[in-house]
């Protein structure tokens, strides 16, 4: 069974920063592409960032610049290095699982519980 | 990047209606058109892939239909557990964006 469990989130200032984890398991993690999706309170979803298997990495440009996609497959676990924080970067951010390994703009069949980051003073 | 617009924002209906509700993408997308279901504090739920495919698990009185910039996402005969809000997203081009929801709401 595809499990994937986000940690991380929490309290901080505007400009501070914060490392989002994602630990994966029941598939070959090595073997996939996979994403971050955001969502703000009461609204919609947004992509954030996604890695492919090649590490190749790509962001929305609300993010370029400031956030930092990684992965680690000895771990299974994907990371979101978030720097430079903003209040409108409050959402619950979400780890997605790709169904191929060759791109991170796909459906998402398999979705983490979500973690909870929230921007304020 | 492709915008995608959902149609209605929200609806009211009730247990045994058929719903429908619609996506529009700003440019063709072929089928590379997704619908989800969240229902609140749980993460999304994916429903039809490529426009038409049924996820597994997924009842089959949902349904999906639709190419090039137009959409559909149809439930037929709504059961109580499928209030909720629905959202569409496009995979055509990075990033894939989604619409912005239509809540489904008890009549």
């Known amino acids: 069974e595809v499990q994937l469990l986000e940690s991380g989130g929490g309290l901080v200032q505007p400009g501070g920063s914060l490392r989002l984890s994602c630990a994966a398991s029941?598939?070959?993690?090595?073997?996939?592409?996979m994403s971050w999706v955001r969502q703000a309170p009461g609204k919609g979803l947004e992509w954030v960032s996604g890695?492919?298997?090649?590490?190749?990495?790509f962001y929305a440009d609300s993010v370029k610049g400031r956030f930092t996609i990684s992965r680690d497959n000895s771990k299974n676990t994907l990371y979101l290095q978030m720097n430079s924080l903003r209040a409108e970067d409050t959402a619950v951010f979400y780890c997605t699982k790709s169904p191929t390994q060759a791109t991170v703009t796909a459906y998402y069949a398999y979705w983490g519980q979500g973690t909870l980051v929230t921007v304020s003073s | 990047d492709i915008q995608v617009t959902q149609s209605p924002s929200s609806l009211s209906a009730s247990v045994g209606d058929r719903v429908t509700i619609t996506c529009r993408a700003s440019q063709s997308i072929s089928s590379y058109l997704h619908w989800y279901q969240q229902k609140p504090g749980k993460a999304p739920k994916l429903l039809i892939y490529a426009a038409s495919n049924l996820q597994s698990g997924v009842p089959s009185r949902f349904s999906g239909s639709g190419s090039g910039t137009h959409f559909t996402l149809t439930i037929i005969s709504l059961q109580p557990e499928d209030f909720a809000t629905y959202y569409c997203q496009q995979s055509y081009s990075t990033p894939g964006t989604f619409g912005q929801g239509t809540k489904v709401e008890i009549k």
């Open positions: 029941g598939f070959t993690f090595s073997s996939y592409a």
């Open positions: 890695i492919l298997v090649s590490g190749n990495t």
